[in-house]
């Protein structure tokens, strides 16, 4: 039997007063697509970046064999030279170039110091045409949808002859088309005996891709097999390590006294004059009730959150009660004051402060209540912090520990936090379980019914359907800015989801 075309072997590494990997084993076969799964803070970024050369040789104990063959990476480019390439969650591409010339970035075909435009584009265009991947290689990286921007990184990583293409989370901020038109290259890159390892949190992806599985746990192998011989309820077990016997913890609840009606919200897109990003939207929301938010890309969920919120792109037209009374929601600190809470989509972008500590992030929607007149109480911001902290479990070295480093999970804990010491009476979710492992899921699922069952409004925007159907008590479906469909999830099914979301049909059923 051939070797592997990848070995790694007895993998070690050490942080001051922490160790990331302890001992790990991993290998991949030529042709082959290897999941690598874990939840946040499981090693596995940590084992990626040793493979890149990020993390050289020196600075780790174990050994790396290529084709069987042991192997000293010092660096990046000695990686690279390997045919190692890492396409990473956030992509590295010079928007302002245009495909071909991100291809070819850093070796531009050129004669006499001068670029051979005809030349860069045609060896792009065969590049591109030889992969199946349909781009054209003089459009500007800028006018690309995300997707298809990453298949540029895919063909640059190809053109520099690739043979081990390491993706990261590649569909996280993905259309499911987009998706799907990945996966159909994943294939095509499998047959052609490009070997993928692929990480990602979304394990239906994983069973629909990959041949092997391994598993990370605390920087240690937890587990392994091949794909077709697990089950997603395994591989949770072995990553959490505990089984999750109920990852969507809703319980039934009697509905409570309307806390949020909004009545004909209709926001303007600023960009585009007479078009409508939300269009007539009208809806309630019960204490102890859970509303789902359904949509495909585009439909205006996030638009919708935002405009109740006070923080819409565009004009704003309708009315928001909040318990029964109107209220006027010009910014988010009026909605604050109203008793409304936004986790937003994007929390790096806009709901973190990374380069403040987690008291800080913690308590910084809460101040007027931690605050003497002008100054802050230093004893009640930590003792908020800390209780929050203990109470949502969040893991951290410390309350002055800066919030980037932690997981992405605990970061999307302190920003729950932050809104639970605000009390709020409703709580508006966006994606509110993105980018995060399946443990952390759970735990952010426990909150949100904790929350319903004190008697608070929750609205929950979410493209995974699941996560819909597992935590809704009814969901609401919007499609190009308009209300589509409202169904009690009693009688909800993903086919009625998707089919009112793409086509307008099943109000009230």
């Known amino acids: 039997m051939a070797d592997p075309l990848l070995q790694m072997e007895e993998i070690t590494k050490d942080f001051p007063g922490v160790r990331a990997l302890d001992r790990v084993r991993f290998e991949l076969n030529p042709g ?77 075909p ?72 990945l996966m159909a290259i994943l294939r095509r890159l499998k047959e052609r005996g490009v070997a993928c390892i692929y990480i990602s949190h979304k394990l239906a992806e994983v069973f629909a891709i990959a041949d092997r599985v391994t598993v990370l746990r605390d920087g240690k192998n937890a587990g392994a097999g091949e794909a077709a011989e697990l089950s997603e309820g395994r591989v949770i077990s072995m990553m959490v390590g505990r089984e999750l016997f109920e990852l969507y913890p809703r319980t039934r609840r009697p509905a409570g006294e309307v806390v949020l009606e909004v009545s004909d919200l209709t926001v303007a897109d600023p960009e585009r004059p007479g078009r409508r990003l939300v269009d007539g939207v009208s809806f309630q929301v019960r204490a102890g009730e859970v509303l789902g938010l359904c949509g495909l890309l585009g439909a205006g969920r996030t638009e919708m959150l935002a405009a109740v919120f006070g923080a819409a792109a565009g004009p704003v037209a309708g009315e928001v009660r909040v318990a029964g009374r109107p209220v006027a929601i010009r ?57 929050m902290v203990s109470e949502l479990r969040i893991k951290t070295p410390g309350l002055e520990a800066q919030v980037i480093n932690l997981s992405g999970g605990n970061q999307q804990k302190v920003l729950l936090g932050r ?77 009625k989801l998707m089919a009112a979301a793409a086509m307008g049909s099943g109000l009230d059923i």
């Open 32 to 108: 082959e697509v290897h999941a690598l799964v874990g939840e946040n803070g499981a090693g596995k970024s940590t084992l990626i970046k040793i493979l890149a050369g990020v993390y050289p040789a020196g600075s780790f104990q174990g050994m790396i064999r290529l084709s069987g063959q042991p192997v000293r990476l010092r660096g990046i480019r000695e990686a690279e030279a390997h045919g190692i390439a890492v396409i990473h969650q956030e992509l590295a591409l010079a928007r302002n170039l245009s495909v071909g010339e991100n291809i070819f970035l850093g070796r531009m």
């Open 419 to 495: 809104w639970l010491l605000t009390r709020p009476r409703v709580l508006l979710l966006d994606e509110p379980t993105r980018g995060i492992d399946v443990g952390a899921k759970a735990e952010v699922f426990e909150i949100i019914n904790r929350l319903a069952s004190q008697g608070a409004g929750v609205v929950m925007a979410s493209s995974e359907l699941p996560e819909l159907l597992g935590m809704s008590d009814r969901i609401l479906v919007l499609r190009e800015g308009r209300v589509a469909g409202e169904f009690r999830v009693e009688e909800a099914t993903q086919e």
């Open 110 to 181: 050129a004669r006499a110091g001068v670029v051979q435009w005809d030349k860069l584009f045609h060896q792009s265009a065969l590049i591109l045409a030889e992969f199946g991947l349909d781009l054209n290689p003089r459009a500007p990286v800028e006018t690309l949808s995300l997707g298809r921007q990453q298949l540029v990184e895919i063909a640059r990583a190809l053109a520099r002859e690739a043979s081990i293409l390491v993706l990261d989370e590649p569909t996280s901020a993905l259309a499911d088309h987009e998706i799907q038109a």
């Open 331 to 387: 910014s988010p600190r009026d909605a604050i004051r109203a008793g409304m809470a936004l986790l937003t989509e994007d929390r790096q972008r806009l709901g973190l402060v990374p380069t403040q500590s987690v008291e800080e992030n913690l308590t910084l929607a809460s101040l007027r209540e931690i605050s003497r007149g002008p100054v802050l109480s230093r004893p009640a911001s930590l003792a908020r912090s800390q209780e």
